[in-house]
């Protein structure tokens, strides 16, 4: 696309726009800061006063979900940590372990998603629903009736009991590994399930 007659080269437009020391300072700002950072006005920051009048006690030391999707249990445990830190006079270091019910949550999407492969047994395997089952066998993710069937089932422990471990911790890899595993035995069960007859168990 030809540029339009008198137009200003773009090396001559370059070269005028970089000899300007705040556009060179702008320019190295934003490529090596995170943008958010870069935009703030530092005197509308300064404004802001961080130094309260009231206290508010804590309750309960701060936790983390680290490299996880446990922002659900976390979320519950964290509630019922409280009166059971007061009924039983606990340290407010005390937590519920998360990393117990992570693992009977794993426990419990694997069964659920080997049953349903089980159910759909029948259908092709480029069906919707069987593409659906296998595009994404594991997760993190989850909510409150989740939970409340997990703790009924399974109860609570201390995280003395159950502390947290990498996988717990940092969940991504271990949930690619689980999900190619699912799918490994998916395979297996609707290649087992084509060889029986209707209505006998596989």
């Known amino acids: 696309m030809s540029k339009p007659e008198g137009a200003i080269p773009d090396a001559l437009f370059e070269s005028d726009v970089l000899s300007e ?11 090596n800061n995170d943008l958010l950072e870069v935009l703030q006005d530092r005197d509308v920051r300064n404004k802001y006063n961080y130094v309260y009048s009231n206290r508010v006690s804590t309750e309960g030391e701060i936790t983390s979900q680290k490299s996880s999707g446990r922002c659900w249990m976390f979320a519950m445990m964290n509630v019922a940590r ?47 629903i069987v593409c659906h089952l296998l595009s994404n066998p594991m997760e993190d ?25 990498h996988c717990s911790s940092s969940s991504r890899r271990f949930n690619w590994f689980l999900s190619n595993k699912l799918r490994g035995w998916a395979q297996e069960l609707r290649s087992l399930a084509s060889k029986t007859q209707e209505g006998d168990d596989v």
């Not at 830190?85 to 949550?105: G, H, P, V």
């Not at 993710?141 to 947290?164: A, C, H, T």
């Open 82 to 128: 409280i009166p059971t830190i007061r009924k039983y006079n606990l340290s407010n270091s005390f937590e519920f372990s998360q990393s117990y019910l992570f693992f009977y949550d794993k426990l419990e999407r694997s069964n659920f998603f080997l049953e349903n492969i089980i159910e759909s047994r029948n259908e092709d395997v480029g069906s919707r």
């Open 21 to 31: 020391p705040t556009v060179r300072l702008a320019r190295n700002a934003v490529s």
């Open 141 to 165: 993710g989850g909510q409150w009736d989740m939970l409340i069937n997990l703790v009924e089932k399974y109860g609570l422990v201390p995280k003395s009991v159950f502390p947290e471990c």
